[in-house]
């Protein structure tokens, strides 16, 4: 069974501060990818990695960064939270090429305060 | 124009009713489909892929109509259980960028 672990369920974090979210993989996939999910406007791709020190923007990605050491491991770091970064934060691991699908994390709810 | 769209709903039917969510998407050189359900406060799960022939796994039924860019899920038999957002989720062309729909509720009554 594929397995995705991030590494908290829920952060509060003050306003102006730095925050890591970390995801593990277990799968060996190629793929990694970090989404927002707020009400109303679905999943939306911040940053995805198709290898490691490879990184590609997603849809959103003003205001976070990411970092791919290790082919396990993805990143995401808002460099200084900010109140509308309150969200669910999901990663996701894929292999590479079709028709591979993906597989989530628990997510991370983010507080920011 | 959004990649993928889907009638957010919600749809709320009776146990043991058929209920039919479709969804659109506006790339015609997107390859592979797939349904996820996602309950309250979890993470996304894979329900099915979506074969070019359609296929069926239980109460379910995924069909794709590429001329048309669209997908369907059918639920046959609704149960308490099926109560979920169902994703609409489209793979570009290269295999590595995933398209979301907003997701569809389902609401099923005792």
């Known amino acids: 069974d594929v397995k995705v672990t991030q590494s908290s369920r829920y952060l509060v974090k003050r306003t102006g501060e730095k925050v890591f979210l970390e995801c593990v993989q277990d799968?060996?996939?190629?793929?990694m990818f970090w989404y927002r999910q707020d009400p109303g406007l679905g999943l939306r791709l911040i940053y995805f990695?198709?290898?490691?020190?490879?990184?590609e923007k997603g849809d959103i990605p003003e205001g976070y960064s990411v970092s791919r050491e290790k082919k396990e491991r993805f990143s995401l770091i808002l460099e200084s939270a900010s109140t509308n970064q309150t969200s669910m934060y999901l990663c996701?691991?894929?292999?590479?090429?079709?028709?591979?699908?993906?597989?989530f994390g628990p997510g991370t709810r983010l507080t920011v305060t | 124009r959004k990649e993928v769209e889907q009638d957010p709903g919600p749809f709320n039917v009776p146990e043991g009713a058929t209920v039919a969510f479709n969804c659109t998407y506006s790339n015609s050189a997107s390859q592979s489909f797939f349904w996820y359900r996602q309950d309250c406060r979890k993470e996304p799960k894979l329900l099915m892929s979506?074969?070019?022939s359609g296929n069926e796994d239980g109460r379910f039924t995924a069909q794709l109509n590429r001329a048309s860019q669209y997908i369907s899920l059918l639920i046959r038999d609704s149960k308490l259980s099926d109560s979920a957002t169902y994703l609409c989720?489209?793979?570009?062309?290269?295999?590595?960028?995933?398209?979301f729909g907003t997701g569809t509720s389902l609401t099923v009554i005792p």
């Open positions: 979506v074969y070019s």
């Open positions: 990695s198709y290898d490691v020190k490879m990184k």
């Open positions: 799968m060996d996939h190629e793929n």
């Open positions: 989720v489209v793979n570009s062309y290269t295999g590595n960028q995933f398209y």
């Open positions: 996701a691991s894929s292999q590479q090429g079709n028709p591979h699908e993906q597989y």
